[in-house]
Structures are given as C-alpha cells and as structure tokens.
C-alpha cells in the first residue's frame, strides 16, 4: 500500500452541504485539469503523509465535532483511500466524502461502498464549479442517488 501525502488539512462547512468536514487537499493528481486552482498540490508525494494513524488521531481530537472526512483527491491509490475511509467510517461512524475530477464510472468500486458523498467531473473553465449551472461537475448523495449539484447554485 502506498503513501497518500496532503498539502491542507482544513475544517470545512460549504464543501458538503449540512456537514463539518475534515478535509485533505491530497497531492499528486494525475489529472492535471487546466485552470485548476490546486495545481499546486499537482506534484506527488508533496506535503505530509495522510496514515491511517494521523487520521485516528485527527478524528479522535475532533470528536464528537464533525460529521464527515472529505478527502479532496487520492482514488489514483485505492487500497490507501479505502484503508482512510474505513477509520472514518467504521470506527468513527461519520460520513465520508470524495471530491474526484473523475466520473463515477472511472473511479475504483471498491471504493464507492465506503463514500456517502461524491463530487465528480473533471474542470472545465468554460462551465465553471459546482457553483454554476452550467458545470459538467456533479455532487450526488450516494445514500440515495440524489443529485445535490443544485444545493451549490448562487
């Protein structure tokens, strides 16, 4: 299993709608999307390393806090991924969110069963973020299908 590295480790409330999350902005993905605005975190193995450890004791500070882990990247190494989201999961019992320039179809799914959220869809500047009607991109409840893309719009 290899190393997933994170640049930012942030509380967030508007990433996952009704949620407190715990979000990692991972390095490394290979998707490079121009215009995107966290090439910065492009270059792998950049930032610490997200073990399984840091993230217990993450989640074990933040106890009772928070309602969700977002990880921002990192389905390009699945085994670790999924080892992340079972901690958060099945040992801290909170929800769990993928923001992911991929469709669905092209993700790993093994991966899906342990998500509650997803945000998928490559960017395009021309179509904008979640925040515009017009985007490619998509927020969907997993729990349900629903798609929540709508709960982003100004």
């Not at 009772?64 to 670790?80: A, D, I, K, M, Y």
């Not at 093994?110 to 490619?136: E, I, Q, S």
Request: charged share 20%; proline share 5%.
């Amino acid at each position: 299993m290899n190393d997933l590295y994170f640049t930012q480790e942030q509380i967030v409330w508007q990433e996952v709608p009704n949620e407190v999350s715990l979000a990692f902005l991972i390095s490394g993905c290979p998707l490079r999307c121009a215009g995107c605005h966290s090439a910065d975190s492009w270059k792998a193995n950049r930032g610490e390393i997200l073990s399984v450890d840091y993230l217990r004791t993450r989640l074990q500070m933040y106890r009772n806090l928070l309602t969700c882990v977002l990880f921002l990247g990192g389905e390009w190494q699945p085994e670790t991924l999924l080892a992340l989201l079972n901690v958060a999961r099945d040992e801290f019992g909170l929800k769990t969110c993928l923001y992911t320039g991929l469709e669905r179809d092209e993700l790993p799914p093994m991966l899906l069963p342990k998500l509650t959220f997803l945000k998928t869809g490559r960017w395009v500047a021309a179509l904008g973020g979640l925040d515009n009607p017009n985007t490619n991109q998509r927020f969907i409840d997993l729990r349900t299908d629903e798609d929540w893309t709508h709960l982003f719009w100004k």
